[in-house]
């Protein structure tokens, strides 16, 4: 099977179903590992040829899955953030629980993934028109997708 087949289908079957629930920094972990270790297999390299993983994703016109979950979770955060007042998804979002969090250094919270990936994408809190444009993180393999 051509090379550019193998591309297509890792980046329209199983990088979404990758994708599908991807919100901690451990899953993110795991995704990246995987993703390349497909990769290394679909371009034909091994570890031990030494290649760098950039090397690799460029070659093979594929964008950072790290990239990619912060585009989908600010999307999310926008489709929220869009939503009428007193919608269910939103009151959640928006909602904060009493209390104090537990010592040590806390658990990150989805809202604090959220805030993270702001900054790196410098947009404003307020949700604007250009919020799609600003937060995404275009596919190198796809030409009509630009970030």
């Known amino acids: 099977m051509p090379r550019k087949i193998k591309v297509k289908l890792y980046s329209t079957i199983i990088r979404p179903v990758f994708l599908y629930g991807a919100m901690g920094k451990k899953e993110e972990r795991i995704l990246e590992a995987t993703e390349m270790r497909m990769l290394r297999r679909i371009k034909g390299v091994t570890l031990r040829e030494r290649e760098r993983s950039t090397d690799v994703k460029r070659e093979l016109g594929v ?81 009509d997708q630009k970030p």
Do not use: C
Request: no cysteine.
């Open 63 to 143: 964008s950072d899955i790290n990239e990619k979950v912060k585009e989908i979770r600010m999307r999310w955060y926008g489709h929220v953030k869009r939503r009428e007042e007193g919608h269910a998804a939103k009151v959640a979002m928006e909602s904060k629980v009493p209390g104090r969090r537990p010592r040590g250094k806390p658990r990150k919270r989805w809202r604090d993934n959220v805030k993270e990936d702001m900054s790196h994408f410098s947009v404003p809190w307020k949700v604007s028109l250009t919020w799609r444009r600003k937060t995404r993180a275009g596919d190198p393999a796809r030409p």
